[in-house]
């Protein structure tokens, strides 16, 4: 879904300015439709904006950044549940007076596990996600990558932690997790690709 931009009122000497931007912005990403901009260049002067960019000209703003807000929801939920994890173990610690290491201890093992797993693989498949929504991918990929990803984190910590563990939330877990790294990953190299050719 391609960020809507319009202009901001302002001095026609400094329209060629922002017809020069966004024509910069068009051909970074030529393979989205640019219909509204064309509108909007034949017109300079008239009413506007919001968009995924921003431009300040003289402190006149002519461009206006939307910040990617489903990865900063996807973002926040994670963040919640890693913090669970850290006041879990803590808890398990304090509980059975285990400074350091896990003193042999099945369940502060269990506890260990789930809240390295969860920091080895959550920050990377955040950051893929984030490129692929600052990119102007169509938001619907964007919810389902991270849906994928919530879930999967969300399984396998759950499968995990159980002292009788189901084998299989362990796995399904990690399938969810692999899927949102392999998906993002190859979405990202298309949009890349798509640079090279138009770029060329």
């Known amino acids: 879904m391609y960020a809507n931009i319009v202009f901001i009122n302002d001095k026609q000497k400094n329209c060629s300015l922002v017809r020069t931007l966004v024509k910069n912005i068009i051909k970074w990403q030529r393979f989205h439709s640019c219909a509204g901009f064309k509108k909007a260049l034949i017109n300079c002067d008239g009413p506007v904006i919001s968009s995924r960019y921003s431009v300040v000209y003289n402190n006149n ?3 206006k950044i939307k910040a990617p807000m489903i990865t900063a929801a996807y973002a926040s939920l994670l963040t919640l549940l890693y913090v669970y994890l850290s006041i879990r173990i803590i808890s398990i610690r304090r509980g ?3 400074s350091l290491g ?3 201890d099945k369940q502060l093992e269990r506890a260990i596990s789930v809240h390295s797993n969860f920091s080895e693989y959550v920050p990377l498949s955040l950051l893929l996600i984030l490129m692929l929504e600052l990119q102007s991918v169509n938001y619907l ?3 389902f990558l991270g849906l994928l990803l ?3 984190r969300c399984i396998h910590a759950y ?3 159980q002292h009788q563990e189901d084998f299989r939330l362990r796995v399904y877990g ?7 790294l392999i998906f993002s990953s190859v979405i990202n190299l298309g949009y ?6 138009v770029k060329s």
């Open 102 to 104: 896990t003193g042999a």
């Open 159 to 161: 499968g995990v932690s």
């Open 141 to 143: 990929i964007v919810i």
């Open 61 to 63: 703003t002519y461009l």
């Open 192 to 197: 890349f690709a798509l640079h090279l050719l």
């Open 174 to 180: 990690m399938i969810l997790t692999f899927m949102t």
């Open 96 to 98: 059975k007076k285990i």
């Open 150 to 152: 919530l879930v999967g």
